[in-house]
């Protein structure tokens, strides 16, 4: 991994002004590491790296929020990737379930962490994405690792929008009608419930709308 050399630039992203506060706060008194600017939702953010890229001051590391208004973390993440390469982007959310981290990082976020993680543990994060490197908060990491040992099965294999499809294909609705309930398109629909009989390893839909009934995600009536 390349070594780290000089004070690491990070831009803080956060829509609460008094956490985005404390925590470039603290970032300023660690060693090594100099807020460059902060921003209030991915939005301001995109516009803080377009400034600071204009006059030469990107920096290294982008700490980051998830769920904001106007432009959310993830599709500020996958900006800033497209855009900005060199740029590392670590997470700093209060959700820690497997589904929005695998989003994260597939993304392309650096690292990923828990707003109760301490914050010479942020500090960390900061230093290993300035690395190369990719660094998940411990509980972040145990979950991943027991879903890897002991991966989900039946209706804990799928996601909310998935088992949000699966009600709807019990209740009989095509595929275009799931679409226009959900205001998704036919081929989002059909791929939706695709990954539902692949992950429930059922052959129909027919055997999906059994499924729902026994495990009591809709009425039988």
């Known amino acids: 991994m390349p070594a780290v050399t000089g004070v690491i ?3 803080v992203v956060d829509d609460h002004a008094v956490v985005r506060r404390g925590i ?9 590491i100099e807020v460059v600017a902060e921003a209030a939702d991915g939005e301001r953010a995109l516009a803080e790296l377009a400034r600071l890229a204009a ?5 290294q590391v982008v700490l980051m929020d998830v769920l904001m208004p106007k432009v959310d973390g993830i599709t500020a993440l996958k900006a800033i990737a497209a855009k900005y390469p060199g740029v590392r982007v670590v997470v700093l959310t209060s959700f820690g379930e497997t ?14 962490l828990l707003k ?9 994060a900061i230093r290993s ?3 190369g490197e990719v660094h998940l908060d411990p509980a972040v990491a145990a979950r991943l690792t027991r879903q890897l040992v002991s991966p989900p099965m039946g209706l804990a294999a799928l996601t909310a929008r998935e088992r949000t499809i699966l009600a709807l294909v019990a209740q009989g609705l095509s595929n275009r009608q799931i679409a226009t309930k959900l205001s998704i398109s036919e081929r989002t629909a059909r791929t939706h419930v695709s990954h539902v009989l692949t992950k429930l390893q059922l052959p129909s839909r027919t055997q ?3 499924f729902a009934i026994r495990e009591g995600l809709i ?3």
Do not use: I, N, T
Not at 116 to 124: C, F, Q, R, S, Y
């Open 116 to 124: 109760d993680a301490d914050p010479d543990e942020v500090a960390a």
């Open 208 to 210: 999906a709308a059994l």
């Open 55 to 59: 006059q030469g001051e990107l920096p």
């Open 24 to 32: 470039a706060a603290y970032l300023e008194s660690a060693e090594g």
């Open 9 to 11: 630039g990070v831009l």
């Open 129 to 131: 994405a300035a690395r």
């Open 219 to 221: 009425d039988a009536g």
């Open 99 to 112: 589904e929005r981290v695998h989003v994260a990082l597939q993304a392309g976020a650096a690292g990923y």
